[in-house]
Antibody, heavy 116, light 111 residues
Framework: EVQLVESGGDLVQPGGSLRLSCAASGFTFSSFSMHWVRQAPGKGLEYVSAITGNGDNTFYANSVKGRFTISRDNSKNTLYLQMGSLRDEDMAVYYC?????????WGQGTLVTVSS | DVVMTQSPLSLPVTLGQPASISCRSSQSLVYSDGSTQLNWFQQRPGHSPRRLIYEVSNRDSGVPDRFSGSGSGTDFTLTISRVETEDVGVYYCIQASHWPFTFGQGTKLEI
């Protein structure tokens, strides 16, 4: 059974940093591109970042470029999102999602709260 | 980026009655391999999104057959043949034919 479990969400001050993790199981992790998608409170879904299966290529939404870094450790079946210079507008539930004909599996999400 | 426009944004329905949601894209979603990467997702209150339909009209495993998808090019529709209580939530269309993937605004289905 495919499982994606996010962790690392927390309360952080504006300008602060946080690292999110997504532990994957039930499939060959290195064979799939992975994305981070976020959802601000009461809002819709927004693509944040993507990484190819081997980790060689990474992509970012303009809103987070230069502040967030996506990475993966295929030996640990884990996806990461290093978030820096956090802003109020980064407050959201962050989901990791597997790419398979679009997004075929999502995690349960982890909440990032940005507030002083 | 491809703009995905859903309508309506709010959909009051009656139990047992049909419901339809429209999704239009700002450009054709036909992918380079000939497929059309248009997905439909359901997000129940307090839950993460769950894919219902991939490539316009293919139901994911475990999805009730009252859900169906149709359309082509830039115009797509999700239809629920007979709405049940468990169908309450927000429905999103997502295109994965063009980079980056983009999302509709969501349609809130309420009984």
């Amino acid at each position: 059974e495919v499982q994606l479990v996010e962790s690392g969400g927390d309360l952080v001050q504006p300008g602060g940093s946080l690292r999110l993790s997504c532990a994957a199981s039930g499939f060959t992790f290195s064979s799939f591109s992975m994305h981070w998608v976020r959802q601000a409170p009461g809002k819709g879904l927004e693509y944040v970042s993507a990484i190819t299966g081997n980790g060689d290529n990474t992509f970012y939404a303009n809103s987070v470029k230069g502040r967030f870094t996506i990475s993966r450790d295929n030996s640990k079946n884990t996806l990461y999102l290093q978030m820096g210079s956090l802003r109020d507008e980064d407050m959201a539930v962050y989901y990791c999602a597997r790419v398979g004909r679009g997004y075929d599996y999502w995690g349960q999400g982890t909440l990032v709260t940005v507030s002083s | 980026d491809v703009v995905m426009t859903q309508s309506p944004l709010s959909l009051p329905v009656t139990l047992g009655q049909p419901a339809s949601i429209s999704c239009r894209s700002s450009q054709s979603l036909v992918y380079s391999d000939g497929s059309t990467q248009l997905n439909w997702f359901q997000q129940r209150p307090g839950h993460s999104p769950r894919r219902l339909i991939y490539e316009v009209s293919n139901r994911d495993s475990g999805v009730p057959d009252r859900f169906s998808g149709s359309g082509s090019g830039t115009d797509f529709t999700l239809t629920i043949s007979r709405v049940e209580t468990e169908d309450v939530g927000v429905y999103y269309c997502i295109q994965a034919s063009h980079w980056p993937f983009t999302f509709g605004q969501g349609t809130k289905l309420e009984i």
